[in-house]
């Protein structure tokens, strides 16, 4: 699972960045794995149904 909340309020100045970084490194890995990680485990632990339309969006 990826966490993109942040506690230090400067961060979010650079939110996009932070998420470009996680999506390059995602990338990075076999798709099954990466989709797991950036959204079927926590889809799976809290119980929710992912819309492919959701994917990608804000």
């Known amino acids: 699972m990826v966490g993109s909340d942040t ?5 979010w100045d650079d ?6 970084q996680n999506r390059r490194w995602l990338a990075k890995l076999p798709r099954d794995i990466a989709e797991r990680i950036a959204y ?3 889809a799976r632990l809290f ?3 992912v819309s492919g339309k959701l994917i990608g969006t804000r």
């Open 7 to 11: 506690w230090v309020n400067a961060q």
């Open 15 to 20: 939110y996009d960045g932070l998420i470009a």
């Open 40 to 42: 079927q485990n926590a």
């Open 47 to 49: 119980g929710r149904d």
